[in-house]
């Protein structure tokens, strides 16, 4: 069965570096989601992607966060810099039409 | 008002018991919700989809809506050690893919 893939799972940085994460969507998927899930919370969309195109960013904080999926097959989210309060799950999602399929999550923990 | 409002604390029943788990909508205007469900260190996974009012059974699992007071309620009978995860409910607001979820209730089945 296909699935969303996502890397890394889990990732350690310090305040003010720069993350990155990848996110590998089923093939054939034209909507690509990014989400952030802090603890105890559920997921709050970041992004959405029509093939290449960005749908809606506007719960980016586009002042530190990018998102980018140039040939419409996968996707790169990044954080420059991170600060403390960016430590989430970071979750990405793709779908054919109505339903979602999430990937593992990567969980970024900020020092 | 958070569109989508799911009190967050966690549930513990016995196994065989049924489980209910309950959601509040800010906006009558919304058609379409969901219930996810997210075990520890995965992403969600797609459990029931419901379109506007009224109930939805698939196995164990009952979805109800109901809009008259803008409630959605999930419903697991014979709770199994497995049922054992976070469930989120989500909406998809005006059908445009952009889900708004709930906080989560974790759910615990004691064997």
């Known amino acids: 069965e296909a699935e969303v893939a996502q890397s890394p799972r889990y990732k350690i940085t310090e305040k003010s570096q720069a993350v990155a994460f990848w996110c590998d969507p089923i093939s054939g998927h034209a909507t690509l989601y990014w989400y952030r899930q802090i603890l105890g919370q559920g997921p709050e969309l970041l992004v959405q992607f029509q093939d290449e195109s960005v749908v809606d960013d506007s719960q980016l904080p586009k002042d530190r966060f990018s998102a980018e999926r140039l040939k419409g097959v996968d996707s790169t989210l990044k954080i420059q810099p991170a600060e403390l309060g960016d430590s989430a799950m970071y979750l990405c999602?793709?779908?054919?039409?109505?339903?979602?399929?999430f990937g593992p999550g990567t969980r970024l923990l900020v020092l | 008002q958070k569109e989508v409002e799911q009190d967050p604390g966690p549930l513990s029943v016995p196994e065989g018991a049924i489980v209910s788990l309950n959601c509040t909508y800010s906006n009558s205007a919304f058609q379409y919700f969901m219930w996810y469900r997210q075990y520890s260190r995965k992403g969600p996974e797609l459990l029931m989809y419901?379109?506007?009012?009224g109930n939805k059974e698939d196995g164990r699992f009952t979805a109800q809506v109901d809009k008259s007071s803008k409630y959605i309620s999930l419903f697991i009978r014979d709770s199994q050690p497995s049922d054992s995860a976070t469930y989120l409910c989500?909406?998809?607001?005006?059908?445009?893919?952009?889900?708004?979820f709930g906080k989560g209730n974790q759910v615990v089945v004691i064997p």
């Open positions: 419901t379109y506007s009012s």
């Open positions: 999602a793709s779908s054919p039409k109505e339903t979602q399929y």
């Open positions: 989500a909406t998809d607001r005006y059908g445009n893919n952009r889900l708004a």
